[in-house]
T-cell receptor, first 114, second 109 residues
Framework: IAGITQAPTSQILAAGRRMTLRCTQD?????MYWYRQDLGLGLRLIHY???????GKGEVPDGYSVSRANTDDFPLTLASAVPSQTSVYFC?????????????FGPGTRLTVL | GQNIDQPTEMTATEGAIVQINCTYQ??????LFWYQQHAGEAPTFLSY??LDGLEEKGRFSSFLSRSKGYSYLLLKELQMKDSASYLC??????????WGAGTKLIIKP
């Protein structure tokens, strides 16, 4: 593994189903982030984690949850998917606790909720 | 509210120079980032400005004026591979990145 990986690459999901998007980094970065990207809008922060064991809410956290049990993994869970959660989801990480660190992005997960 | 404005789309010719502007209104300022995103791919880091002035990095340069809430990304000697979206993002007072919607740059031969 080099950098950040995300799984699955794409997924079609029925509304009401539970879904976990996986994110793993091998750079030993402290901070990790989940964004969604929708056409015509900027990236929007869903949740973040400054270090293993801690998480925080971003701009659009409703309907999503995260956990950070260790440094490498940062899964995002949709408890009961709705069509408005159709989007491309990017996981990112940065080295330190300062927000000035460059964020490195995974390849993204394209999620469609029907 | 917080706001980042960029043109939606720009077109330029291979070999030419293009300037992509970004204006921002945010609660606090701790730096401004430019990222490049090719279609269907992840954003990748281009530049970071926290002080006023011009930062040059090869064919790409980024300028910042904090008093005007303004930045631009300058791309010289355009190549076809520069066709991509360019994202402006500002680090606010909570050290969270606020992202613009991006500028889609189309390069024509």
């Amino acid at each position: 593994i080099a950098g950040i990986t995300q799984a699955p690459t794409s997924q079609i999901l029925a509304a009401g189903r539970r879904m976990t998007l996986r994110c793993t980094q091998d750079m030993r970065h402290n901070a990790m982030y989940w964004y969604r990207q929708d056409l015509g809008l900027g990236l929007r922060l869903i949740h973040y984690s400054n270090t293993a064991g801690t998480t925080g809410k971003g701009e659009v956290p409703d309907g999503y949850s995260v956990s950070r049990a260790n440094t490498d993994d940062f899964p995002l869970t949709l408890a009961s998917a709705v069509p408005s959660q159709t989007s491309v989801y990017f996981c990112a990480s940065s080295e330190g606790l300062a927000g000035t660190d460059t964020q490195y992005f995974g390849p993204g997960t394209r999620l469609t909720v029907l | 509210g917080q706001n980042i404005d960029q043109p939606t789309e720009m077109t330029a010719t291979e070999g030419a120079i293009v300037q992509i502007n970004c204006t921002y209104q945010t609660s606090g300022f701790n730096g401004l980032f430019w990222y490049q995103q090719h279609a269907g791919e992840a954003p990748t880091f281009l530049s970071y400005n926290v002080l006023d002035g011009l930062e040059e990095k090869g064919r790409f340069s980024s300028f910042l004026s904090r008093s005007k809430g303004y930045s631009y990304l300058l791309l010289k000697e355009l190549q076809m591979k520069d066709s991509a979206s360019y994202l402006c993002a500002v680090l606010d007072s909570n050290y969270q990145l606020i992202w613009g919607a991006g500028t889609k740059l189309i390069i024509k031969p």
